[in-house]
């Protein structure tokens, strides 16, 4: 089975641009979150999706943004990006089922390392 | 005070050594999860708890419900064991939200 699968992998762009990313879960995975990681911190949790429904947000600004299809793939989307935006997103997907809380464990992508200059 | 408190936040110790790496919550939860990032590396599931005790190889997961707690041990440490430990749990009371520990940085020396 193929792992969960984030494109691109690396990505420069200037301030002021925006960005999509990428997140295309394991097979039959329902769950898909996202996180961003800078050096020396912890994931900081951007959203979860579920069944294309968006079931938690995090404490970002609205300039974050994201979706989820009907075949469970999901994009992020960031606007106006600004320097401290330069992290590495990562996100992961699980099979939960019918109930999000049913827990399963989580599968994570190699994530996407973009640049701000 | 964070929801998931991990402790230590740093361990540094020689290979051989028996490593425990403790996870507390204050949150109702469904289920907790131990995961494990290498240096530039992605982020492995090593275990997930709803109840008791799990083992995998040198790795074991325990978790206490009534006193909200997990400990995640390694036996027989090895550097390639270096890395860091993270602890997360899915929040009932917050429509199942994943609650993420800062992560316990792990460094085994020969």
């Known amino acids: 089975k193929a792992g969960v699968t984030q494109t691109p992998r690396y990505l420069i762009k200037t301030r002021g641009q925006q960005v999509t990313l990428s997140c295309s879960p394991i097979?039959?995975?329902?769950?898909v979150s996202w996180y961003q990681q800078t050096p020396g911190q912890g994931l900081q949790f951007l959203f979860e999706?579920?069944?294309?429904?968006?079931?938690n947000k995090g404490n970002f600004p609205g300039r974050f943004s994201g979706r989820q299809f009907s075949n469970s793939r999901s994009e992020m989307n960031v606007s106006t990006l600004e320097l401290g935006d330069s992290a590495l997103y990562l996100c992961?997907?699980?099979?939960?089922?019918?109930?999000?809380?049913?827990?399963?464990?989580?599968?994570f992508g190699n994530g996407t390392r973009l640049t701000v200059t | 005070k964070n929801e998931v408190e991990q402790s230590p936040q740093n361990l540094t110790a020689q290979e051989g050594e028996f490593i425990t790496i403790n996870c507390s919550y204050s949150v109702g939860i469904s289920a907790l999860h131990w995961l494990q990032q290498h240096p530039g590396g992605g982020i492995v599931s090593l275990f997930m708890?709803?109840?008791?005790?799990k083992k995998h190889g040198r790795l074991i997961a325990t978790i206490n419900i009534q006193e909200k707690h997990s400990s995640l041990h390694i036996t027989a440490s090895h550097p390639r064991d270096s890395a860091v430990y993270i602890c997360a749990v899915r929040h009932m009371d917050s429509n199942y939200q994943l609650i993420w520990g800062a992560g316990t940085k792990l460094i085994i020396k020969p």
């Open positions: 708890l709803s109840s008791g005790k």
């Open positions: 999706y579920f069944s294309e429904t968006q079931r």
């Open positions: 097979s039959g995975h329902r769950s």
């Open positions: 992961a997907s699980s099979f939960l089922g019918n109930f999000i809380g049913l827990a399963s464990p989580l599968h």
